[in-house]
């Protein structure tokens, strides 16, 4: 895998944004336009979801304040494959994220997502 140039970093790091973002996520509509028909996501409960079980959680979620995104990378894995890796810190507490995005016709779409919680360390 090679790095992505900086354009494509800055523009699937602002896709990723959008996907955090509370009013974007509760929108069906537009958050169908960025996941890929074959998306799935392994949350960081274990839980796989689809695209369809994703869009109807997400649509009933409830306000709440987005993570810090931070340690964000993006390489490409084949010429319209991109894997994106980084680091989220919330309330929830820290979480390791990775994202495979492909490029169909210009526009590139979520085809898969994992979460994986930090455990807190014990002193």
């Given amino acids: 895998m090679k790095p992505a140039d900086a354009t494509l970093r800055v523009h699937l790091y602002d896709l990723e944004k959008r996907l955090m973002d509370g009013d974007f996520r ?7 336009g960025l996941l890929h028909p074959d998306f799935r996501e392994f ?3 274990g839980t796989v979801w689809s695209r ?4 109807d959680l997400l649509a009933g979620e409830p ?3 987005p ?10 894995a084949a010429v319209e494959l991109a894997l994106v890796t980084y680091r ?3 309330t929830s507490g820290i979480s390791l994220r990775s994202s495979l995005w492909v490029n169909e016709g210009e526009e590139w779409k979520l085809i898969f997502h994992q979460g994986t919680k930090v455990p ?3 002193e």
């Fill in 120 to 122: 807190i360390a014990q």
């Fill in 43 to 45: 949350g960081s409960s």
């Fill in 88 to 90: 989220t810190v919330g």
């Fill in 52 to 55: 369809e079980a994703i869009l």
């Fill in 67 to 76: 993570p810090v995104v931070d340690e964000f990378t993006v390489c490409l």
């Fill in 26 to 32: 509760r929108d069906r509509e537009r958050l169908s």
């Fill in 63 to 65: 306000p709440y304040v």
